[in-house]
């Protein structure tokens, strides 16, 4: 018998998640910067990953009502227009969207099609997130992506053409790169007249193919000027064209946010469904295996798939929902953070806190803690001192 999936299906004061994730792991090829729970070359397994799915989501008490679903990857768009719709025909047995909900699919430019965005339209979903990444054919070369400058044209047009949110996905600081390459990305990406964009620093992630080649001295990241400068230039550039710097990496034209992302920043609960996929109900969050072979298998033998547990103290929460609201441009409120822990703000950061004030990191502004300018450049070293209790 599987055992219940999440252990927790409702949180202490009776409320159920608003919100669900699925993770697709399946992909063209493995770019080298990528570290996710994803597989490549593995068409065999999307026949029993369908069946996993189906049985995790089984293992569910009832079907949820759900304000936000997000169907990420890996490349949920790999998968052929067949068994796509019976993926999202899987997932829309057991939640429902909420009227004037959020679905979201991240897709690959070149896996576009009009069979599958009408399967999109069909299962009910309302936003595409694009990956992509660049428009320089040599950046796009560098990342190891497989499409090019035209299939992102063409995805963006038939997307938009059918009426749905567009939401693009870019990377900077790509080896090699220069900062006139990612201003013309930004002035393209632009060019589309997207609903949102997210702008992401290459990072050299521990598994990844490119962290050891940097290690092999065969790749040198940007340097931290240029960096800096890059991020500097998608602030200047997407705020002066109208959009919204909500969160450290994205940006949205006015009603247009990723309400999906914003519930995981604002620590509210979701399920979460698929290899490496991590859920958060009542403080405890749950991760199923990374391995899909391995989630696969569990499910079939009817194990469970997870393969951490943890349950976090109130103070652990504290801190957590300290750096998540951080991300958020508008900050934290002291009152509500108040009211929510239990924890003065100011008392359970203590001396951090007031270094990274008084070298205008951070910046009071009436009841709300938030990043200045200064500190939005440098936030990464912030999180782990506010983390560690």
């Known amino acids: 018998m599987v055992p219940p999936l999440p252990r927790l299906t409702r949180s202490s004061d009776g409320s159920s998640p608003r919100a669900a994730y699925l993770h697709v792991p399946f992909c063209h090829h493995r770019c080298g910067y990528c570290n996710f729970a994803l597989i490549a070359g593995r068409d065999d397994l999307i026949e029993s990953y369908l069946k996993a799915v189906h049985l995790e989501l089984c293992s569910l008490p009832r079907p949820h009502e759900v304000d936000t679903l997000f169907v990420g990857g890996g490349t949920p768009t790999y998968l052929s227009s067949t068994d796509l719709e019976r993926l999202l025909h899987i997932l829309g047995e057991w939640f429902s969207l909420a009227a004037g909900g959020e679905f979201t699919v991240e897709a ?126 998608a602030i200047d550039t997407l705020s002066g064209s109208g959009f919204d710097h909500y969160e450290v990496s994205n940006f949205a034209r006015p009603g247009h946010r990723c309400r999906h992302n914003e519930g995981y920043w604002a620590q509210k609960q979701y399920f979460a469904i698929g290899p490496g996929a991590s859920r958060f109900i009542d403080g405890t969050r749950e991760t199923n295996h990374r391995s899909t072979s391995t989630y696969v298998k569990r499910l079939l033998d009817g194990s469970s798939p997870v393969a951490f547990r943890e349950s976090l103290s109130p103070e652990s929460a504290a801190r957590e929902a300290i750096v998540f609201g951080l991300r958020r441009l508008e900050g934290v409120s002291k009152k509500d953070f108040f009211a929510h822990t239990g924890f003065d703000l100011g008392q359970l950061l203590g001396e951090p806190l007031n270094r990274f004030i008084n070298n205008e990191f951070l910046i009071f502004d009436r009841d709300y803690l938030k990043l200045t300018r200064k500190g939005l450049l440098v936030s990464d070293s912030i999180w782990p001192e506010f983390l560690a209790d």
Do not use: C
């Not at 047009?157 to 790169?177: H, K, R, T």
């Not at 589309?192 to 092999?216: A, N, Q, V």
């Open 108 to 233: 690959n430019p070149s896996d576009i099609t009009e069979k599958k965005i009408e399967i999109l339209l069909r299962a009910g979903a309302t936003r595409v997130s694009l990956g992509a990444q660049s428009f320089s054919p040599k950046k796009l070369a560098a990342l190891e992506r497989a499409h090019t400058p035209g299939d992102i044209m063409r995805a963006a047009a038939l997307i938009q053409q059918y009426e749905m949110d567009l939401s693009v996905d870019l990377i900077f600081g790509s080896p090699g790169e220069t900062v006139s390459i990612w201003k013309n990305d930004l002035r393209m990406a632009l060019s589309l007249k997207p609903d949102h964009i997210s702008t992401y620093g290459l990072t050299f992630e521990k598994g990844s193919m490119f962290y050891g080649r940097m290690l092999r001295g065969e790749l040198t990241p940007v340097t931290e000027n240029t960096d800096l400068r890059m991020y500097e230039l």
